[in-house]
């Protein structure tokens, strides 16, 4: 007799069911461990130690981190199921904050939070919760996943709440994490996670949610930067389009493409005395070159070290919708497939397109993959940046 599917798509019954859930501390993971396991799933809550706020910023007092654990493993016992902490430090610093630092010396504007989801939390924890028996991961992200009636495989679609839909930061997610991965909130908008936060009872109801990146809450990204390489704060020239020199830079790690605030060269150009937008970022001769807003406008996308989540692109290209930005609206583009790499044709120019950022590729609502934008041109005056 075969055995019906469980809320996680599981033929198993909900006690036989292993689930590990990632729990940072927050409403969302833990309403997501406290509603697997009201539903009579084995849950096993894993929160990672990612990081020593205090010793990254050189500063005594600073850790905000272990608060979060502290909250994940009070839901533990409150509800009753094991819950583990495990140090991933070292892997943290590996493969999330020394790139995080690297791609500012770089010129690039890197994001942290994809990064560590294509690795330490989906790569490294992936192998924990298979090493525990889990059927399956949890976590409080709000995306979708949903099986494809006719191929039986699991897409990423964008969450219900467009407010709350994290899509864009979990691009890098392979077929293979998909299949193991659940994401229980993806049909969820976060007024409900509350609602049913304050249900169970949990401690973390009217938790507030992170704003910042996770080890640099206060924003202040330079001095994490900083404290790892000392020199990101060698002083440059900021120079116009033809070279001019219009001042001085205190380092290239404080400046981002289609930058205009905090440049401190005063004054703009043209007769209007328009302001000066940063149009790349050189570290090479480490210099910031400066220009009016329309230097800064691409139609045309560079993007390596890509994810496919989609094995169906044809090789002339395929109309799609992209997001440059989180917290950019998607916008209509075509995209072309060569090999580990892509290109991405807008439909319309964008401005302030920063290398070191993700491009990520929609069809309707279901996420086709994307990449980590490396080079992008005008078409119309073949400008590079």
């Given at each position: 007799?075969?055995?019906?599917?469980?809320?996680?798509?599981?033929?198993?019954?909900?006690?036989d069911?292993?689930?590990v859930?990632?729990?940072?501390?927050?409403?969302?993971?833990?309403v997501?461990?406290?509603?697997?396991?009201?539903?009579?799933?084995?849950?096993?809550?894993?929160?990672?130690?990612?990081?020593?706020?205090?010793?990254?910023?050189?500063?005594?007092?600073a850790?905000c981190?272990?608060?979060?654990?502290?909250?994940?493993?009070?839901?533990a016992?409150?509800?009753?199921?094991?819950?583990?902490?495990?140090?991933?430090?070292?892997?943290f610093?590996?493969?999330?904050?020394?790139?995080?630092v690297?791609?500012?010396?770089?010129?690039?504007t890197?994001?942290?939070?994809?990064?560590?989801?294509q690795t330490?939390?989906?790569r490294?924890?992936?192998?924990?919760?298979?090493?525990?028996?889990a059927?399956?991961?949890?976590?409080?992200?709000?995306?979708?996943?949903?099986?494809?009636?006719?191929?039986?495989?699991?897409?990423?679609?964008?969450?219900?709440?467009?407010?709350?839909?994290?899509?864009?930061?979990?691009?890098?997610?392979?077929?293979?994490q998909?299949?193991?991965?659940?994401?229980?909130?993806g049909?969820?908008?976060?007024?409900?996670t509350?609602?049913?936060?304050?249900?169970?009872?949990?401690?973390?109801?009217?938790?507030?949610?992170s704003q910042?990146?996770?080890f640099?809450p206060?924003?202040?990204?330079?001095?994490?930067?900083?404290?790892?390489?000392?020199?990101a704060?060698?002083?440059?020239?900021?120079?116009?389009?033809?070279?001019?020199?219009m001042?001085?830079?205190?380092?290239?790690?404080?400046?981002?493409?289609?930058?205009?605030?905090?440049?401190?060269?005063g004054?703009?150009?043209?007769?209007?005395?328009?302001?000066?937008?940063?149009?790349?970022?050189?570290p090479?001769?480490?210099?910031?070159?400066?220009?009016?807003?329309?230097?800064?406008?691409?139609?045309i996308?560079?993007i390596?070290?890509?994810n496919?989540?989609?094995?169906?692109?044809?090789?002339e290209?395929?109309d799609?919708?992209?997001?440059?930005?989180?917290?950019s609206?998607?916008?209509?583009?075509?995209?072309?497939?060569?090999?580990?790499?892509?290109?991405?044709?807008?439909?319309?120019p964008?401005f302030?397109i920063?290398?070191?950022?993700?491009?990520?590729?929609?069809?309707?609502?279901?996420v086709?993959?994307?990449?980590?934008i490396?080079?992008?041109?005008?078409?119309q005056?073949?400008?590079?940046?």
């Open positions: 007799m075969s055995i019906a599917l469980n809320s996680l798509g599981i033929a198993k019954a909900p006690k069911t292993r689930v859930v990632a729990m940072s501390g927050g409403v969302d993971s833990s997501t461990a406290a509603l697997l396991h009201e539903e009579g799933y084995d849950v096993v809550g894993v929160t990672l130690q990612l990081y020593d706020y205090g010793k990254a910023v050189d500063r005594k007092g850790c981190a272990g608060q979060d654990i502290y909250d994940a493993k009070r839901v016992e409150e509800k009753g199921f094991p819950h583990y902490v495990l140090d991933y430090e070292d892997n610093k590996d493969s999330v904050m020394t790139d995080f690297d791609s500012y010396m770089n010129g690039q890197p994001i942290p939070c994809v990064r560590c989801n330490v939390k989906f490294d924890l992936f192998k924990v919760a298979q090493d525990l028996g059927d399956c991961m949890a976590t409080g992200h709000y995306i979708k996943r949903v099986i494809n009636d006719e191929t039986g495989q699991a897409e990423l679609h964008r969450a219900i709440d467009n407010g709350k839909d994290q899509s864009y930061f979990l691009f890098a997610t392979t077929q293979d998909l299949e193991f991965l659940r994401f229980p909130l049909s969820w908008t976060k007024d409900k509350r609602e049913h936060a304050e249900r169970l009872g949990l401690l973390v109801c009217n938790k507030p949610d910042d990146i996770c640099v206060n924003g202040d990204y330079a001095s994490v930067v900083k404290k790892i390489k000392p020199e704060e060698k002083t440059g020239n900021i120079v116009d389009m033809n070279g001019r020199i001042g001085e830079h205190e380092g290239i790690i404080h400046y981002t493409v289609g930058q205009r605030k905090g440049l401190k060269i004054g703009g150009h043209n007769d209007d005395n328009s302001p000066f937008y940063v149009v790349r970022v050189d090479t001769s480490n210099e910031v070159i400066v220009g009016p807003k329309e230097a800064l406008a691409r139609d996308i560079h390596n070290d890509c496919w989540l989609a094995t169906d692109i044809p090789d290209g395929l799609i919708t992209i997001k440059l930005r989180s917290v609206p998607a916008s209509s583009a075509k995209l072309f497939i060569n090999g580990e790499n892509a290109e991405i044709h807008l439909s319309a964008q302030g920063a290398p070191g950022q993700a491009a990520v590729c929609y069809n309707n609502d279901r086709l993959g994307g990449g980590w490396v080079r992008t041109e005008n078409s005056i073949a400008l590079a940046a």
